[in-house]
């Protein structure tokens, strides 16, 4: 009898020991830092906090992007700090610092130009912190300093607002560029994808091209100026929406009827282009979806589960005209 107590004594302690070695693990912590640590079940935490630099509200689609990753937040139950860098790259930058500083678990990014972000990109790095860019791609010489990049397809919205002017214009004609911000993704890449086409259509040549800063104020000063120097435009190609608004508003001031004497193609599909294209003042306006919350928290919550993301997650837009924009605007969300 006093060996069996022995042995059952010996046991439990046995037991003892490997429950404390089993409890050992479960002491550590992991900084809100760093990527949650994948999970049985590879579930992001249901607690984070995410920092989001945007450029300005510079416009209506700027606006929709903005207002779709805060009604995804609050959907989502996601704490949500939110910088407007006020069209300044300086002011973006010294937010995404703060958003470091205050540790928060995910960067959004929407870069106002291409280059200038590699130094506080590392900086997030060295934390790890991730970061997922929107709408604007950026160029770095380590592509790790980003997680992933939500975007359209800039270049093909060149194309597509060139390959509709080239058949509405038969092939022939003059035309005006309302360029977006100098140095940036959409401006750099929708002027690539319109040249491009432009050039099998050697009677087709782009006149002026000037930057109007994706504004509708901006976009109506440089389209005054282009009419002045040249009062038989017969095209404007914007770089957005807001732009060729305020195109129209100074072909109409300059005694011209926008739509009819002067044809405009424009990129981003937002609410008031296609109410003023079933108004007859815009011609065709090319989607560029900015409804990016879903998708951008989609990807926050996989990254932070530990799992991998596409490096670059574009949306499929389509195109808009006189044919198609009074149907499509009952149930346009921005």
């Keep these: 009898m006093k ?13 003892a020991l490997l429950s404390l070695v089993g409890c050992g693990d479960s002491g550590s912590t992991t900084s809100s830092n760093s990527p949650a640590p994948e999970t049985k079940t590879g579930a992001a935490p249901k607690k984070y906090t995410v920092g ?6 510079e416009s209506a689609w700027r606006t929709a992007e903005t207002k779709s ?6 959907k989502r139950g996601v704490t949500l700090k939110f910088a407007d860098g006020q069209q300044k790259q300086e002011l973006q930058i010294q937010a995404v610092r703060s958003f470091i500083a205050q540790k928060v678990d995910v960067i959004f990014l929407a870069p106002k130009v291409e280059t200038g972000w590699e130094p506080v990109l590392r900086e997030a790095k060295r934390v790890n912190i991730p970061v997922i860019l929107l709408d604007r791609g950026i160029k770095v010489s380590d592509d790790s300093l980003y997680k992933t990049l939500l975007t359209s397809d800039f270049v093909e919205e060149g194309r597509m607002a060139a390959n509709w002017l080239a058949k509405r214009m038969n092939g022939k004609g003059n035309i005006v560029e309302l360029q977006g ?4 993704a959409p401006a750099n890449d929708r002027k690539q994808g319109f040249a491009e086409v432009l050039a099998k259509f050697p009677d087709m040549k782009v006149t002026r091209s000037q930057t ?3 504004t509708i104020a901006k976009g109506k000063e440089v389209m005054e100026a282009f009419l002045k120097a040249d009062p038989t435009i017969q095209a404007v190609y914007a770089h957005n929406d807001d732009m060729a608004l305020g195109a129209a508003q100074a072909i109409e001031e300059a005694g011209k009827k926008p739509g009819k004497d002067i044809i405009l193609v424009s990129i981003d599909g937002v609410h008031q282009a296609l109410e003023a294209i079933k108004d007859g003042k815009l011609n065709c306006s090319v989607e560029c979806n900015p409804l990016l919350g879903p998708g951008a928290f989609d990807a ?10 596409p490096k670059r997650i574009v949306s499929k837009d389509q195109q808009f005209d006189e044919s198609t924009a009074a149907q499509a605007l009952p149930t346009r969300k921005y």
Excluded: M, P, W, Y
């Design 3 to 15: 060996r069996n107590a022995a042995v059952l004594s010996l046991l439990a302690c046995a037991g």
């Design 52 to 57: 989001f630099s945007q450029i300005g509200a």
């Design 69 to 74: 990753v805060q009604d995804e937040a609050q």
């Design 181 to 184: 911000t100098v140095g940036s």
């Design 212 to 214: 109007g800063d994706f």
């Design 300 to 309: 926050a919550e996989q990254i932070l589960a530990g799992k991998d993301v």
